[in-house]
C-alpha cells in the first residue's frame, strides 16, 4: 500500500488538534520528538509527542503514519542507545578490573571515544532521517523510513 502512495502526493488536510494543516502535525512529531531528545531530562519523555498526535488523529491516515513512524524511529534510537550505554558499561568495567585487553585505563578510554562516536553517528543519522520524513510529509509525501516505516505502516493501514 506504502509502494503505491509514494508515488502520489495526498490532498490537503487538517488535524482534529485546533484544525491545523495536516504539515504542521507532521513537522511537530517528527522535529518536536526528535530535537527534545536532545534535551537532558525531557529526552526521556520526547516519544510522547508523536504517540499523542498519532492517538488525536488516527483517522486521518496520512498524519496517523507519520506520527507513528516518528514514534517508531525514537523508540528505535532509545535501544541503539541502551546498547551503546551497556558496551560503554562493560568496558569501563573491564577496564576497572584490569580486563580490557590489559590496556587498562587506556583501553577504556579509547572503548569510551568509540562508542561516543558511534553515538553520535547514531544521533545526527536519527535527526537526517527525521528531517526527510518532514520535508516529505510537509509536501503531503509518504517517505517510509527504513526498518520503521513498515512496522507504521502495518500499524496504520493494517497491513499483514
Do not use: C
Not at 525514537?74 to 562493560?90: C, K, L, P, R, W
Not at 573491564?94 to 583501553?107: E, I, S, Y
Not at 520535508?135 to 517510509?144: A, L, N, P, Q, S
Amino acid at each position: 500500500m506504502i509502494g503505491e502512495m509514494n508515488k502520489q502526493l495526498f490532498q490537503p488536510s487538517k488535524s482534529k488538534l485546533g484544525d491545523l494543516d495536516a504539515r504542521y502535525m507532521i513537522l511537530i512529531a517528527y522535529l518536536g520528538a526528535t530535537v527534545l531528545g536532545f534535551v537532558p531530562g525531557v529526552k526521556y519523555i520526547s516519544w510522547l509527542i508523536p504517540l499523542i498526535i498519532y492517538f488525536i488523529d488516527k483517522e486521518n491516515k496520512f498524519i496517523a503514519f507519520h506520527a507513528i513512524q516518528a514514534f517508531l524511529l525514537e523508540v528505535v534510537a532509545f535501544v541503539i542507545y541502551i546498547i551503546i550505554g551497556i558496551i560503554t558499561a562493560v568496558a569501563l568495567v573491564g577496564a576497572a578490573f584490569g580486563a580490557a585487553g590489559g590496556l587498562g585505563v587506556f583501553g577504556a578510554g579509547v572503548a569510551s571515544i568509540i562508542t561516543i562516536v558511534i553515538a553520535l553517528v547514531v544521533g545526527i543519522g536519527i535527526l537526517a532521517l527525521a528531517i526527510l520524513a518532514a520535508v516529505k510529509g510537509y509536501r503531503y509525501e509518504i517517505y517510509e523510513i527504513p526498518l520503521v516505516g513498515k512496522w507504521a505502516e502495518k500499524i496504520v493501514f493494517k497491513t499483514a
